[in-house]
């Protein structure tokens, strides 16, 4: 069973900075793909960054050149580290993992970040 336990989320100024982590655990093989999502009060919940087995990263454009995804295969750990928030970087982030040929998807239970101005 796939579990993924995610931290570092909470309440930081405009301009601030926050390092989430999430550490999957429950299974034998490499994840493929993690990443992190968020959703807002309100919105569709969105990609934010990904990370491959391989290394490719995307990133959401609305996060390029604030946000920095990495991961640790010894760990199993995902990263974000997300500098310069904004109030519109506000919402509940959620570690998303895939695993195996059919990429099974796996989600954190969420983490909350509140940007205030």
């Known amino acids: 069973q796939v579990q993924l336990v995610e931290s570092g989320g909470g309440l930081v100024q405009v301009g601030g900075s926050l390092r989430l982590s999430c550490a999957a655990s429950?299974?034998?093989?490499?994840?493929?793909?993690m990443g992190w999502y968020r959703q807002a009060p309100g919105k569709q919940r969105e990609s934010v960054a990904a990370i491959t087995n391989g290394g490719s990263i995307n990133y959401a454009d609305s996060v390029k050149g604030r946000f920095t995804i990495s991961r640790d295969n010894t760990k199993n750990t995902v990263y974000l580290q997300m500098n310069s928030l904004k109030p519109e970087d506000t919402g509940v982030y959620y570690c998303?993992?895939?695993?195996?040929?059919?990429?099974?998807?796996?989600w954190g239970q969420g983490t909350q970040v509140t940007v205030s101005s």
């Open positions: 998303n993992v895939k695993l195996g040929i059919l990429e099974r998807e796996y």
């Open positions: 429950g299974s034998t093989f490499r994840f493929n793909a």
